[in-house]
């Protein structure tokens, strides 16, 4: 039975276009129209969470209308990859092909604006033969790309972060190293906690009462003259955002060094901020009600803030090009 076949087997369920997506995906292999895809009801990664995703970000070139510049794609598509062998789902495609892939979806929806790119690989429906239940073996697989324009969703003023009264799962509970659709539950309850309380986000810590990440970032202090940012031991996904901010610091000539990170060292520390492909960096003015250094942006954060904006826009250090897949936008 083709996976066509599969699909067929139950009515698909239309997916509504909503504000902002682009109308054109990438999906089983193709680009179609966004209208055009549904998936049934019955798909495995919708019932049991069996998906994998990324989060990648396509900026506006700056000085050059009509270009986007994809920010680190292989890297992203790496990660991709890794998340998928561990759910023993078979792309078929390499990091390249996904890249070129994602080129192609850009310039096919010829939107020169910030865009976000989420691709995403999930178990599909049983194959011939397969007893239903939770399982990653015995299914059909299939790999979607979707974009839709999106600009900073958070304040450049700066959010308030609570501390989650729910833990990050261990890694051994959860791979938290991949990016897995149903781990992000965990994150959903943190998150619709900390802004019933008042506050914009929430700082989650592991089962050890280490400092781990946000709902969806990583989280780095200023102490001492030096940036402090959790190791992956803390049970956090590393970013690629993460690792961009390290080096960028590196070279304003501040050391970032990766220890563990107890809450005191936030509520003491001289500046903080998250970093991720969706929130960028952003500063955090308070946490658990207090503020942060003055409680505004620190000095170091909005440096690093916008050599990071000039990094993904191409205006950055010319060293750090290789980051970035240029794409020219073709009206029409």
């Not at 955002?241 to 220890?259: F, H, P, Q, S, Y």
Request: glycine share 10%; hydrophobic share 40%.
């Amino acid at each position: 039975m083709t996976v066509q076949e599969l699909k067929d087997v139950a009515a698909p369920v239309p997916v509504p276009v909503r504000p902002g997506v682009a109308p054109w995906v990438f999906h089983d292999g193709a680009l179609v129209p966004f209208a055009e895809v549904g998936l049934p009801l019955t798909t495995q990664a919708l019932q049991y969470g069996t998906g994998v995703f990324e989060g990648i970000r396509a900026y506006a070139v700056a000085g050059r209308p009509g270009e986007l510049s994809i920010f680190r794609a292989h890297d992203h598509y790496e990660r991709f990859l890794r998340s998928c062998r561990l759910l023993r789902i078979d792309v078929k495609h390499t990091a390249e092909e996904l890249v070129e892939r994602t080129f192609d979806l850009l310039r096919r929806n010829a939107v020169a604006h910030d865009t976000y790119l989420r691709p995403i690989a999930y178990k599909l429906g049983l194959l011939p033969g397969t007893p239903p239940g939770v399982r990653l073996t015995g299914l059909s697989e299939s790999v979607s790309i979707t974009a839709f324009t999106l600009g900073a969703y958070t304040p450049p003023g700066g959010i308030r972060c609570a501390i989650s009264s729910w833990s990050r799962p261990r890694s051994s509970a959860i791979p938290v190293q991949a990016k897995v659709t149903g781990g992000y539950v965990n994150s959903a309850l943190a998150v619709e906690e900390a802004r019933a309380a008042g506050h914009d986000d929430a700082i989650l810590l592991n089962d050890r009462g280490q400092v781990a990440e946000a709902s969806t970032a990583n989280v780095f202090a200023l102490r001492d003259g030096h940036l402090i940012t959790p190791p992956p031991s803390a049970d956090l996904l590393p970013g690629i955002t993460r690792d961009t901010v390290r080096v960028l610091a590196e070279a304003m000539g501040v050391e970032t060094r990766e220890r563990d990170l107890q809450v005191p060292d936030l509520l003491t520390a001289d500046e903080v901020f998250l970093t991720g492909t969706g929130v960028g960096i952003t500063p955090v003015v308070a946490v658990a009600g207090r503020p942060v250094g003055d409680g505004a942006p620190g000095p170091l954060t909005t440096r690093i803030v916008e050599a990071y904006d000039r990094t993904v826009r191409g205006a950055g250090d010319p060293r750090h090009d290789h980051w970035l897949t240029i794409v020219p936008i073709e009206r029409g």
